[in-house]
DNA sequence: TACCAATTATTAAGAGTTTATAAAGAAATC
DNA sequence: GATTTCTTTATAAACTCTTAATAATTGGTA
């Protein structure tokens, strides 16, 4: 491994981030830092990370909303950091896809020992799909989710922004169904899409890039009156 | 998720193992308790196992060798129990390939927060739960229930709601007759259906899509004078 | 077998709602 | 300033469900 792993830690007390930080730079880590929920979003869609330091605590965006969040579009390992020891078991049942709870005063050795222990593992299962972050869907869909290329039938496919960030968000969820709003609020970051249907739009247009029919949709189905869905079986 | 998630304890106090078998199972698990690491290693290598929970000080075969055992065959979540807090760091940087340190004593809700926390994630990576929901009946017709897709010869099928809630009714009662009133009850929550032919319609419309002939019926089948019901036998 | 009444199947149309589409205007990017 | 991308707007199309009218089928009976 030349390349040093990332870590996106979000806290908002100053003073505990950068005596964190600047331990796990010492450790070899390639570290970023959030001070509040919304800015570690930023980041983490900014960025290829490794591993999450999510402090529960945070201005602008919750840890629990930032958690989900991140969890919607990765399997990183992903630390929650509370203040209170008594919650620990309650997080854990909230399934908010956490992956390791820390509670404040921590030691810098334990937290050390757990970030390794975390990424070692997280090596371990990744590894395993080989060829790379390519996956393939069927129709001739591509996506390689790290290098950002969509293909179709090898052909690359140009996506603007928007269309791009709403064919991951699916494509990572098969199967799952999202409504418009949900759309509208993760990928525009905005909490009420009262009745615009700029979703429906961006669905349009990424639909006839991905020359996908209306009528018998091979990637992206209307839900009737939910919204839309990513049929997601991968080919072999 | 029809088939219990199982899990290998390895153990040789009995008394323990017996407190946290019994736990295990209440919650829903299905558990292997070996006392010995070498009777472990047996079991893990006869059956299948989703997670294992190992003590570190075990006769004929220790804890460590065990771990790293298993870790050259399989990928499930590993957690190791000891009973000296102190090693709890020491022992994370040994990459036996462990994926969580218990000390004892501990307590079973976190025990069991752990556990449920790591069989999720593992879920998360292996994406098991990505075909193990889908019911394939005869004539090509599959139902993934949890995913709500409906195949007929691999192609997916766009339902409307009323027509999935039938086949699923149905469906999951395969052979048992319903009244054209009882379909209408449950599906519509309304008591009477007084004469109209609502289910009816949307019987048919269901059959046109799964090209199931009226006259010789190989999905829903018309009781006369009674209701519908479905031919599910399961294909292999 | 032929006929009848009851039951189910089929087809079509209409209401109400949701989504799709196209095109123009605004904003951002180059 | 030109081009691309995004959003808004208006309108068209599509969808689901229901109702209703008609056709076909069934089981029994003469």
């Known amino acids: ?50 591993l999450a330091l999510v402090d529960l605590m945070l201005p602008e965006m919750d840890g629990f909303t930032l958690c989900k969040t991140i969890r919607l579009e990765s399997d990183i390992p992903l630390l929650i950091v509370s203040a209170r020891h008594e919650d ?15 509670t404040k005063p921590f030691s810098l050795v334990e937290l050390s020992a757990r970030i390794a222990s975390h990424l070692r593992r997280y090596r371990r299962y990744t590894k395993k799909d080989h060829n ?7 129709h001739g869909l591509s996506i390689d ?17 928007k269309e791009e960030d709403l064919l991951y968000l699916l494509a990572k969820n098969p199967f799952r ?6 759309l509208y609020e993760h990928i525009w970051q905005q909490d009420d899409m009262d009745g615009n249907n700029t979703v429906t739009v961006h669905i349009k247009s990424l639909r006839t890039k991905l020359q996908d029919e209306t009528r018998s949709a091979k990637f992206i189905q209307t839900v009737w009156g939910v919204g839309y869905r990513f049929i997601g079986e991968q080919a072999g």
């Open 1 to 50: 491994m030349s390349e040093k792993e990332t870590i996106l830690l979000v806290e908002d007390d100053k003073e505990i981030a950068r005596i964190v930080c600047d331990h796990l730079r010492k450790e070899g880590y390639r570290v970023t830092w959030a001070s509040t929920g919304k800015e570690g979003w930023e980041d983490f869609k900014h960025d290829r990370y490794d």
């Open 132 to 138: 790379g972050s390519m996956v393939n869907f069927l």
């Open 88 to 102: 620990e078991n309650k997080i854990r049942g909230l399934d908010l896809g956490a992956d390791d709870y820390l």
């Open 145 to 161: 989710f790290s290098k950002n290329v969509v293909y179709l039938n090898e052909e690359p496919l140009l996506l603007t922004s």
């Open 177 to 182: 169904t999202f409504t418009k709003s949900e």
